[in-house]
């Protein structure tokens, strides 16, 4: 992507991203105020704030508002030049319609292969290499979720000192198990993403879970998890049940999860780091409270390491369904063949059925914030997510929770809401994570590193011990998008060795878990 800056004298700023765009959004801190002149000749007829698109020529009622070179919408009344468009005056197009959509057709060739990058991670064995070295505590039920969080305590208290090589431990609660359509078709989501999370890399193999006993979805069920997971051996799991006649009392109960957890610390603490090479690495990209400079700042840049990372040869995952939807003729052209192409569109189907079935649909997307960020509507916010994709060709399509049987640019599809989106990336074994930000967030997972990029510099400034990099300096031409992209590639290489960490980690934030379950609750 190619984005064309214009300023003043007085250093005004405003970016055009596409030379067919007839709108641009400004990059001032406080926006600009009415009669601010460019050197094109552009003359602001109002004020506008920042990220908010000016309109660069009149466009008619019923014109085409272009950014990105694509249509985002269409004018509700007529727009003079020079005039602030919000998304009151943008009509909200259709979204493409699947069954037209061309498939593989314009596969990326290979980018030339990136080699002698390396970082220092922990080797399972089951091949897969992780970033952080824990004792992830796997539930069955969330009636269990406030012992776990007690145990926990006890853990980080009394035994993890005695295991230096161990990172902590993490209790794996979530509002699943009962109560629930346990046989519904789409309850493999939720049973899926819970048996995928226990085996996530940073949790070295060690499969502990805790159940109460007259849940439905019981422990043996989860451990064998669905028909396209891996099943988990119970010889080598361990389950520790709170309704067992053996547990007499709290006490009871709390000793027996210590005794199984030690056990587990143990083998645990045999992990050492090891130099493995950058294509071990699973890396998912996501963004939340996104604004108008997502698509021109952080994700572009996120979308130029990500290339770097499949040029290494590893592994990197997009995702959120909602805001792919309305780019995603973009993206089934990249698709590798043919069967990718279908799953795509699959995927996309799948969730259009989702969001119909609960009588609502794509423009429930943006939130107010991306709102006020100058994102005007869902076909806006996906053009400027998908910059987080690269160039790569798209190698593989997965369903919500599902582990990947390949390497390169890799699409998860998740529901686009932060914390449903990390859930799911977690059970499809993401190690690191790149989360890009305009609006600001506190986002972190407890299991993997959360690396948190600014959209603005402002925002940088503001937030400066919670957002890791700033991509800001792209909008007013301090750095490239190749400069922030490689700061970006080489912080992950950081952050995977535990050379560095992510603010989120150091101050421990970090989101609960959020399985997705579209399944029925009964």
Not at 106 to 125: H, I, M
Not at 133 to 138: F, Q
Not at 326 to 342: F, N, S, W, Y
Request: charged share 20%; proline share 6%; with cysteine.
């Amino acid at each position: 992507m190619s984005s064309t800056i214009i300023t003043t004298a007085e250093r005004a700023f405003y970016i055009k991203v596409h030379e067919s765009d007839n709108v641009a959004i400004i990059v001032n801190n406080n926006g600009l105020k009415a009669g601010t002149q460019f050197p094109d000749g552009l003359t602001l007829i109002e004020h506008i704030p920042q990220g908010h698109k000016v309109a660069l020529t009149d466009i008619p009622a019923d014109g085409n508002i272009i950014r990105y070179g694509e249509i985002i919408g269409y004018a509700l009344r007529d727009i003079k030049q020079g005039s602030w468009i919000d998304e009151s005056l943008v009509k909200l197009p259709e979204a493409p319609a699947l069954e037209t959509l061309p498939l593989a057709t314009k596969v990326p060739d290979p980018l030339p292969p990136l080699e002698g990058y390396t970082f220092e991670g922990y080797r399972n064995p089951d091949g897969s290499v992780g970033t952080k070295n824990l004792l992830g505590i796997t539930t069955s039920v969330h009636c269990v979720a406030g012992v776990v969080e007690y145990v926990v305590k006890l853990i980080e208290r009394d035994l993890l000192p005695k295991y230096p090589n161990v990172d902590g431990v993490v209790g794996l609660n979530h509002l699943y198990g009962c109560g629930v359509a346990i046989n519904a078709p789409a309850a493999v989501v939720p049973i899926r993403t819970i048996h995928n999370i226990a085996l996530n890399p940073n949790f070295g193999g060690e499969v502990m879970v805790v159940g109460l006993g007259c849940e439905k979805l019981q422990p043996e069920r989860l451990l064998e998890g669905t028909p396209d997971a891996i099943p988990i051996a119970q010889e080598g799991a361990s389950i520790v049940r709170l309704q067992d006649e053996k547990h007499v009392g709290f006490k009871s109960m709390v000793d027996d999860i210590l005794a199984v957890a030690e056990s587990h610390l143990q083998r645990l603490n045999q992990r050492k780091r090891e130099t493995c090479p950058a294509s071990e690495l699973v890396v998912g990209m996501q963004c939340g409270g996104s604004d108008a400079f997502s698509g021109v700042t952080a994700n572009p840049a996120v979308g130029f390491a990500s290339d770097l990372l499949v040029r290494c040869g590893a592994t990197v995952m997009f995702s959120e369904v909602t805001e792919v939807r309305d780019a995603i003729h973009l993206l089934t052209p990249r698709a590798a063949d043919e069967h990718v192409g279908r799953r795509l569109l699959e995927e996309m189907a799948w969730y259009d059925d989702y969001l119909s079935a609960g009588q609502t649909d794509r423009s429930a997307n943006p939130s107010p914030g991306n709102k006020k960020g100058g994102l005007a509507n869902v076909v806006e916010k996906a053009l400027g997510s998908i910059a987080k994709s690269g160039t790569s060709a798209i190698s593989e399509v997965l369903s919500p929770g599902q582990r990947p049987t390949k390497r390169g640019l890799i699409y998860a599809a998740t529901p686009a809401s932060d914390f449903v989106c990390g859930t799911q990336q977690l059970a499809s074994g993401i190690t690191v994570q790149v989360f890009t930000t305009g609006r600001g967030t506190p986002y972190g997972l407890a299991a993997v590193p959360v690396i948190k990029m600014a959209t603005r510099t402002a925002l940088a400034d503001r937030w400066y011990d919670l957002m890791d990099i700033n991509a800001g300096t792209i909008a007013t031409g301090e750095a490239t998008i190749e400069d922030v992209g490689w700061q970006l590639f080489e912080f992950i290489l950081d952050i995977a060795s535990d050379r560095k960490k992510t603010w989120s980690d150091q101050w421990g934030i970090h989101n609960a878990l959020s399985v997705f379950n579209p399944a029925p609750v009964t």
